[in-house]
């Protein structure tokens, strides 16, 4: 174990600590170690290293938490990226995931077993971290989020208790592994989650349209997004074309369906707009998850700086894309976009963690190239919320926590914020692992 181990002073360690964060803007915080366990028994020597030496630990599984919460400054990561099996049951009705395990890696795994998961939009975030803060991924509407399919999870306590939590052991450990994300009480070694029905065939149209149309397409957008059924997944996003720089506003709708019939009258009432709204240009696109994850990928370049914050609010979404289309106009860098929507959550009976669902949501992602571009592109990001109600929850996966009243608790509701302290005091009463923004 020792071997993997490696501390500030070591040959490779501040390569290693920037390697930890995806996002190409890294936090200035310097931890002492970093621990790479291969397995369980690892993970139990990384903690008790920790306690021996009181270092508060950040686990870390795929790196892609915006803030880079998992660096804890003079503590330990443990970084689990070595764990990342992906075991399907002979039945085919569950997978046992590594932490480490990544979306394109999870959905590739359950699509040669002929099997679905509502894995997240981009290829490379790490399960860990993902399916922690609930998940919301492709075809969320019909198969729930992530979370709420997980049925088992192993972990080790602070303490190095190595558990198995699920219904009926320890139902808090279970109850917070739906939504706690990076405020979990342990480290979680394993998931075993449910796989859904795989999609016969997915299609997508996607329709631009310049921002003097904003508002019909805001009343059009949600009365689309409201009578779709569960099966498609339509989103909405504000950005500046590459090339005169315009605000416009892209709309996708993804049907999941049966046979290509199907997708044709899902995606009917979204390329068939009978005047009301005139989009600039219309596609329609047949492929897989995995080209989906290619458009995601084309928004996300890496290696770039990235700011974010979100809200869910009960605004409905036309006053609040009026204000986005106004943030957009003003954003400093082309590359930067706000998504909106109706919150696919709305309906969410998640028995979780996750609990603050509300009607329409909405996440500005500023991303730019260079340092230099720091002050302007934060100012924008914080301006942007500005804009937005303040009365508002935020989604834990994608928060940053100074922007909000509350702070981090503003991602839960009162009464599992309480019972989350709760957990939190009963399975790490020494505070020892992921207190970043509760200490
Ligand atoms: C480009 C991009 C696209 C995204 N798209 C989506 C999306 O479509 N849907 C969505 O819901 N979210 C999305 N997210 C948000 C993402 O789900 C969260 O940032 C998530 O926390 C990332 O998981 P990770 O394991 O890669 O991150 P990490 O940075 O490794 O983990 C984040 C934190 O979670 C906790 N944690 C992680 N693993 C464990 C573990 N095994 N045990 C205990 N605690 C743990 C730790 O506190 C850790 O610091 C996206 C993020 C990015 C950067």
Redesign the pocket.
Same mark, same amino acid.
């Given at each position: 174990m020792e071997s993997r181990l490696v501390a500030r002073g070591d040959a490779g360690f501040e390569n290693l600590v920037r390697d =930890? *964060?995806? %996002?190409g803007r890294k936090p200035t915080v310097v931890p002492k170690i970093i621990a790479r366990p291969a397995d369980v028994a690892g993970v139990v020597e990384a903690l008790a290293v920790a306690r021996r030496d009181q270092l508060p630990v950040?686990?870390?599984?795929?790196? #892609?938490?915006?803030l880079? /919460?998992?660096?804890r400054q003079d503590g330990m990561v443990?970084?689990?990226?070595a =764990?990342r099996q992906v075991e399907i049951a002979p039945d085919l009705s569950t997978a046992r995931l590594g932490?480490?395990v990544? %979306?394109d890696v999870l959905h590739t795994a359950v699509e040669e077993a002929g099997r679905a998961f509502p894995v997240? #939009?981009?290829p490379? /975030? +790490? *399960? +860990? +971290?993902?399916?922690?803060?609930?998940?919301? +991924?492709?075809n969320?509407g019909e198969w729930g989020?992530?979370g709420e399919r997980v049925r088992r999870v192993e972990?080790v306590t602070a303490a190095g208790e190595v558990l198995v939590v699920d219904e009926d052991h320890h139902p808090d450990l279970l109850w917070a592994a739906c939504g706690?994300?990076? =405020?979990?009480?342990? *480290?979680?070694?394993s998931?075993e989650v449910e796989l859904a029905t795989r999609p016969r065939h997915i299609e997508w149209a996607t329709l631009v349209f310049g921002r003097d149309q904003t508002r019909a397409v805001a009343d059009w957008f949600s009365t689309r997004q409201r009578q779709a059924p569960a099966n498609v997944e339509a989103a909405l996003r504000v950005h500046r074309d590459g090339r005169d720089g315009a605000t416009r506003l892209e709309v996708t709708a993804v049907s999941f369906a049966g046979d290509r019939d199907q997708a044709n009258h899902d995606l009917r009432p979204w390329t068939e707009p009978v005047g009301q709204v005139s989009p600039l240009s219309v596609t329609r696109t047949a492929g897989g998850v995995r080209d989906l994850f290619a458009v995601?990928d084309a928004? #996300?370049p890496v290696g770039a700086r990235?700011a974010?914050d979100n809200v869910q609010c009960d605004e409905p979404l036309p006053s609040l894309l009026d204000q986005l289309v106004v943030a957009m106009d003003r954003a400093p860098s082309h590359l930067s976009f706000i998504g909106t929507g109706v919150n696919p959550a709305g309906s969410s009976t998640a028995e979780g963690a996750f609990s603050v669902a509300m009607s329409t949501f909405a996440y500005p992602?500023a991303i730019w190239e260079s340092a230099a571009g720091d002050g302007a592109n934060d100012g924008w990001l914080r301006e942007t919320m500005r804009r937005v109600p303040s009365a508002r929850t935020s989604?834990?996966?994608?928060t940053t926590p100074e922007l909000h009243p509350g702070g981090v608790r503003d991602c839960f509701s009162a009464e599992s914020w309480e019972r989350l302290t709760r957990v939190r005091r009963q399975y790490d009463p020494a505070g020892l692992?992921?207190v970043?923004y509760v200490e």
């Open positions: =930890l *964060v995806w %996002n950040g686990v870390r599984s795929g790196g #892609h938490n915006w880079g /919460v998992c660096l443990i970084d689990l990226s =764990l932490p480490g990544t %979306n997240g #939009h981009c490379s /975030v +790490g *399960v +860990g +971290g993902y399916l922690l803060s609930g998940g919301f +991924g492709w969320s989020m992530a972990v706690a994300g990076m =405020l979990f009480p342990a *480290v979680a070694t998931f995601e928004l #996300h990235y974010t992602v989604y834990i996966a994608e692992l992921n970043a």
